[in-house]
Structures are given as structure tokens and as C-alpha cells.
């Protein structure tokens, strides 16, 4: 049977981290072979290496998410170079803008965005990307760092983590060479977007996440979530793909692979 790969995950988090064993031997049973573990500032970029350290299909990312913009400094910024640059961290994430919430400034927010790709060519790792009412305007910035990636030899420049705009809007992000991540949300009842934009991808573009510990699925919602749960959102994308789930499972596995560089381990897969 396939397993699955969830590629966005904070399980560092302090409302989640103190049951992380707990957490890992759910999703094993629940037929999850890999986990993405994406830091979002300095702390938390730390605690993603220290908490995959020795655990079998759990890949550490390192990188400053928007909210950060304000406060980062070229001190950090070094420091996550030489984070992003170690052997076991698989991409730089998560990064990117978000217009939504206002918390940093729009030019800062770009600085920090324009300095986070130029770390990931310099390290040759994937990205994985925030974009909240900046769906268009990240844009700008993708897509001279994705021709520099493809000249650099790198085979996938990055994701567009739980991507919340159109299909149309994803496409443009398809023709640049990044996959698009489906989470939780696509079991949303009003969501008629996110089945929409699930069922127009092409199968070589898209992954599966849970961004644990939020966005639960429909069934969970106002609970904690965790990557165990990612079984909801394969099963939403195999209905809005008219496809099984051992088929959504099988592609978003092996596209997250090819993304990330990594091999997940043979375990028992989801029924």
C-alpha cells in the first residue's frame, strides 16, 4: 500500500512539541513514511534539526517566515545559511510574504523573501513557500530565483506551501517548475476552490501537507493538528481527482521525494 509524505509540518511548536513521540508513532501508524519540519524563526529553526535528529523519514527545513521580517538580522541570516547548508536540512522554509496580517512591513518582508532565495541557490536546496494575500505578487520574486535554479542544475526550485489562491494562479507557479501543496482546508465544506485547484494540478505538481499543528481537516476542526490526519486531505484530493488515495498517495509521496532529494522508509501503508 502507499504511504504518505507530509511536506509542511511545525511539530517544534510548543503546543504540539512535548507529545512529538506520541506524534511520530500515530502517523507510523497511520501509514505516514515522511515528515517536513519546517522552522519559521531562529528558535524554531534550531528545534527542527535537534527534533529530527536520529528519527527515520523526519526532514528538518530551516528559514524566516514574514512575520519575522522586522526583526531579522544579518547575524541570523548568516546563521541560517550555515543551518540550510548541513547535509540533513532538506529545504529553506518557510518563507515568503503575507499581506494578510500586516505584522511586517511589505518591504522588509521582500528584503528578507530576495535574501532567503539567494541562500537557497547558494546552498542548492528547495524552498518552500508561504504566499497569504500575496498569491500574485510573490510572484516577482519566483520567478527569476526558479530560471536561476534550473541553471543551477537544481531539478524542483521549491513549493507553494498550502497554497491558497486560484487554480490559475497556481498554474503560473506549475510553469515555473514548483509543485503546489493541498492541506487540511480542502475538506473545508465552502472550500470549492481548494477541490477545484486539487483536481487541476497536473500529478507531476502536487504534494500534501498538514501544517500541523493548524488547519485541521473537516473532522478535527478546532482540535490539534497532526500529521496522522494527512489520510483527510489525500482522500479529498483523490475525490476531487475522481483517483484512489493509493494513487494520490503514491504521486505526492514520490513528487515530495523528488522535491526534497530524500528517500522515506518502507513501512506499512494507509488503507
Do not use: W
Amino acid at each position: 500500500m502507499a504511504v504518505a509524505f507530509d511536506t509542511h509540518s511545525h511539530l517544534q511548536d510548543r503546543k504540539i512539541r512535548g507529545d512529538f513521540d506520541g506524534i511520530l508513532a500515530r502517523a507510523e501508524a497511520a501509514g505516514v513514511a515522511g515528515i517536513a519540519l519546517c522552522g519559521y524563526d531562529a528558535p524554531s529553526n534550531d528545534a527542527a534539526i535537534a527534533m529530527a535528529a536520529g528519527r527515520e523519514g523526519v526532514f528538518p527545513a530551516v528559514g524566516f517566515h514574514p512575520h519575522e521580517a522586522d526583526e531579522v538580522t544579518q547575524a541570523m541570516l548568516a546563521e541560517l545559511e550555515a543551518l540550510a547548508a548541513l547535509p540533513e536540512v532538506v529545504a529553506v522554509g518557510e518563507i515568503g510574504l503575507d499581506f494578510y496580517r500586516g505584522i511586517a512591513g511589505e518591504m522588509n518582508q521582500r528584503r528578507l523573501i530576495d535574501t532567503q532565495l539567494e541562500i537557497a541557490l547558494r546552498v542548492r536546496k528547495p524552498v518552500s513557500v508561504h504566499s497569504r494575500s500575496a498569491e500574485d505578487a510573490i510572484h516577482e520574486h519566483l520567478a527569476p530565483y526558479a530560471a536561476r535554479a534550473r541553471e543551477a542544475g537544481m531539478e524542483t526550485p521549491g513549493v507553494m506551501h498550502c497554497f491558497g489562491g486560484t487554480l490559475e494562479q497556481a498554474m503560473r507557479y506549475v510553469e515555473i517548475g514548483f509543485m503546489v501543496s493541498i492541506a487540511g482546508p480542502i475538506t473545508y465544506p465552502k472550500n470549492d476552490e481548494a477541490r477545484r485547484l486539487a483536481a487541476g494540478l497536473p500529478a507531476r505538481s502536487l504534494v500534501i501537507e498538514t501544517d500541523s499543528p493548524y488547519l485541521p481537516p473537516q473532522a478535527m476542526r478546532g482540535k490539534r493538528n497532526e500529521p496522522s490526519l494527512i489520510v483527510h486531505t489525500a482522500r479529498a484530493v483523490a475525490a476531487a481527482r475522481g483517483e484512489r488515495v493509493d494513487e494520490v498517495l503514491g504521486v505526492t509521496t514520490a513528487n515530495a521525494e523528488r522535491l526534497f532529494g530524500v528517500r522515506v522508509p518502507s513501512r506499512a501503508g494507509v488503507a
